[in-house]
């Protein structure tokens, strides 16, 4: 399980100076999004300023709101590019990133420079796309962030854990929205079937 290094704020209002970055991966219905959202609401509880973001082209379930497969939700600034994050993120503490593997390469160098300012950063995104390869910024990303947490779902077809995001269709451009009716969690033997 994680637990939130130095949660409680400074004398300054800060996170005590020090930013961070944090990484929540996995395949499609393994939690990132619900993880991401309980972290930033334990940040709100501790009266943290908090900011979300998540890339505007990510609209399966609402077009502002960040929601869990679950229906967990919570409210976030969709934006077009990574850059646009350092312009929003303004004097807040805390910086929640939901559906990073869509963003391009440029998220690396924001969420690096949110966290040399001090603030802590929590990312969620896929690590694979539906072919079973790294994602995007996903990879540089782990590489970067202070603390990785990968969370695994329950395999479809056998019940074992799943790390994979098995698309139900033919079709294969790399980024197509959807949900249990385009793609479903494997473990690695049911997914190489």
Not at 24 to 51: D, Y
Not at 72 to 85: K, N
Not at 120 to 131: H, K, Q
Not at 136 to 155: D, F
């Given at each position: 399980?994680?637990?939130?290094?130095?949660?409680?704020?400074?004398?300054?209002?800060?996170?005590?100076?020090?930013?961070?970055?944090?990484?929540?991966?996995g395949?499609m219905f393994?939690?990132?999004?619900?993880?991401?959202?309980?972290?930033?609401?334990?940040?709100?509880?501790?009266?943290?300023?908090?900011?979300?973001?998540?890339?505007?082209?990510?609209?399966?379930?609402?077009?502002?709101?960040?929601v869990?497969?679950?229906?967990?939700?919570?409210?976030?600034?969709?934006?077009?590019?990574?850059?646009?994050?350092?312009?929003?993120?303004?004097?807040?503490?805390?910086?929640?990133?939901?559906?990073?593997?869509?963003?391009?390469?440029?998220?690396?160098?924001?969420?690096?420079?949110?966290?040399?300012?001090?603030?802590?950063?929590?990312?969620?995104?896929?690590?694979?796309?539906?072919?079973?390869?790294?994602?995007?910024?996903?990879?540089?990303?782990?590489?970067?962030?202070?603390?990785?947490?990968?969370?695994?779902?329950?395999?479809?077809?056998?019940?074992?854990?799943?790390?994979?995001?098995?698309r139900?269709?033919?079709?294969?451009?790399?980024?197509?929205?959807?949900?249990?009716?385009?793609?479903?969690?494997?473990?690695?033997?049911?997914?190489?079937?």
């Amino acid at each position: 399980m994680f637990v939130e290094p130095h949660i409680g704020r400074g004398e300054s209002g800060n996170l005590k100076g020090k930013g961070w970055i944090e990484l929540i991966c996995g395949s499609m219905f393994s939690g990132k999004t619900e993880e991401l959202i309980r972290r930033i609401n334990r940040a709100i509880i501790a009266k943290q300023r908090v900011e979300i973001f998540k890339p505007k082209i990510d609209t399966r379930y609402d077009k502002i709101q960040v929601v869990s497969h679950n229906q967990s939700s919570i409210r976030s600034t969709p934006v077009d590019f990574a850059e646009d994050i350092l312009l929003l993120a303004g004097n807040s503490q805390v910086v929640g990133i939901d559906e990073a593997q869509f963003f391009d390469k440029e998220i690396v160098s924001v969420v690096n420079i949110l966290a040399n300012q001090g603030k802590r950063v929590i990312i969620a995104g896929l690590d694979m796309d539906f072919s079973g390869k790294a994602f995007g910024p996903m990879p540089e990303l782990m590489a970067t962030a202070e603390y990785v947490s990968k969370v695994h779902a329950i395999c479809a077809q056998c019940g074992g854990i799943a790390t994979y995001s098995y698309r139900l269709s033919e079709e294969k451009q790399k980024v197509m929205l959807g949900e249990k009716d385009k793609y479903e969690p494997r473990c690695r033997r049911c997914f190489l079937k």
